[in-house]
């Protein structure tokens, strides 16, 4: 934890979010999401399942509609453009050709320079075992740059081949590199992460409760960010 994070590079316009569940990208990143919209960049989300799993006390049947809605409040909280669900299984999500497929459309589609997503490693940055979905998510969405930019593969998409993928930013990594400034979206990072108001209840959080640990989490990265408040990626280039 000693090396200093260096800036997210700043030479996009477009990102595109992948990840599994809603709440991964306010549990995640959402702080670093509200200072880019801020600052003009455009940013969509593209979630594989609708959560349907995520609340103990809440069916399914119930729970897929409630988090979609706190997960499209959320989204426009931090001025996301655009919130689409791709109707995955929760909790049973593959790495597979189908998927990588799926994923490719999108980046064809949406054209981003970068890719976000939820750490696809082992463990996640509170040291504890990672989900498959997040694992699976974050590894076909990192493959599905490669594949989004290769017309031979999947050569029956409809969109043409993207290649401008420059960078993805990787968040809850155990390994971040790299850091974005939240001074100035903290309070919208907040409250976009109280707007999953039902999954909290679920978790038996209060209301407010978010806000200590993620003002904690911003404030310990910022030790190796110049003593800014920051939100930590793992950045790889394309
Ligand atoms: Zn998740």
Known sequence: MSENLQPVPDDWSRALAIVAHPDDMEFGCAGAVAAWTAGGKSVGYLLLTRGEAGIDGMAPAEAVKVREE????????????SVEFLDYADGA??????????????IRRHRPELLITFTHHDFTYTGKWNSPDHRNTGRAALDAVLDAGNRWIFPDLQDKPWNGV????????TRPTHAVDVGGSLDVAV????????????????????????????????????????VPFELIRF
């Not at 706190?70 to 453009?81: F, H, K, M, N, P």
Request: aromatic share 6%; with cysteine; hydrophobic share 40%.
């Open 70 to 81: 706190e997960q499209r409040a959320s989204a426009e909280i931090c001025g996301v453009g």
């Open 93 to 106: 999500i593959e790495h597979s050709p189908r998927l990588r497929r799926d994923l490719a459309a999108a």
């Open 166 to 173: 420059k960078y993805a930013a990787i968040a809850g990594s």
């Open 191 to 230: 409250a976009s992460v109280e707007a999953h108001s039902a999954y909290l209840a679920g978790l038996g959080l209060p209301p407010g409760a978010a806000r200590g640990p993620l003002e904690a989490f911003v404030t310990s990265t910022g030790e190796r960010f110049g003593g800014r408040p920051a």
